[in-house]
């Protein structure tokens, strides 16, 4: 922001090119999440702490994902750190593999995701929905799997 202002005070940069690179539905997304903070601490009251079994685990990743796939990664992120408070450490890192890898299933599941298409879109790179979900999902699969079998063996 610091150098960008400077660009623009130096007549470097164009006041209407800043403007337009600002990730609106990222921040859209972030005050959603914080609006959102005295529901979550509710929602996560009812839901059972997930232990460091491959059982925990899973539930923990699933939980991620479905919330991320639902929402977004940021939402559900504060989501995971309202419910998983002094939750076990393993437990937490399943949620953030659900929350950024299985995110990647659906195209608006992770504010990464959001941002990259929308930059390609700017520049000229069609990515349409079908073409994106058509394979994504199998990627965001593979990858879950795959980190939580590693973080289950290494949680023993």
Same mark, same amino acid.
């Given at each position: 922001?610091?150098?960008?202002?400077?660009?623009?005070?130096?007549?470097?940069?164009?006041?209407?090119?800043?403007?337009?690179?600002?990730? =609106?539905?990222?921040?859209?997304?972030?005050?959603?999440?914080?609006?959102?903070?005295?529901?979550?601490?509710?929602?996560?009251?009812?839901?059972?702490?997930?232990?460091? *079994?491959?059982?925990?685990?899973?539930?923990?990743?699933?939980?991620?994902?479905?919330?991320?796939?639902? =929402?977004?990664? =940021?939402? +559900?992120?504060?989501?995971?750190?309202?419910?998983?408070?002094?939750?076990?450490?393993?437990?937490?890192?399943?949620? =953030?593999?659900? *929350?950024?890898?299985?995110?990647? +299933?659906?195209?608006?599941?992770?504010?990464? *995701?959001?941002?990259?298409?929308?930059?390609?879109?700017?520049?000229?790179?069609?990515?349409?929905?079908?073409?994106?979900?058509?394979?994504?999902?199998?990627?965001?699969?593979?990858?879950?799997?795959? +980190?939580?079998?590693?973080?289950?063996?290494?949680?023993?």
């Amino acid at each position: 922001a610091v150098l960008a202002g400077v660009a623009v005070a130096k007549g470097r940069l164009r006041l209407a090119d800043v403007a337009q690179a600002i990730p =609106l539905t990222g921040l859209g997304v972030i005050a959603i999440a914080a609006l959102a903070n005295g529901p979550m601490d509710i929602a996560a009251g009812f839901l059972p702490r997930p232990d460091a *079994t491959v059982g925990g685990l899973f539930f923990a990743l699933v939980a991620g994902g479905l919330l991320a796939a639902c =929402l977004n990664n =940021l939402p +559900a992120a504060a989501f995971g750190a309202v419910w998983l408070a002094r939750a076990h450490p393993a437990s937490i890192v399943a949620f =953030l593999i659900g *929350t950024n890898i299985a995110a990647l +299933a659906t195209p608006h599941g992770s504010v990464a *995701t959001i941002l990259a298409r929308a930059v390609g879109n700017r520049h000229g790179v069609d990515a349409p929905i079908r073409g994106y979900l058509s394979s994504a999902w199998r990627y965001a699969l593979v990858g879950s799997l795959a +980190a939580i079998a590693v973080l289950a063996l290494i949680a023993r």
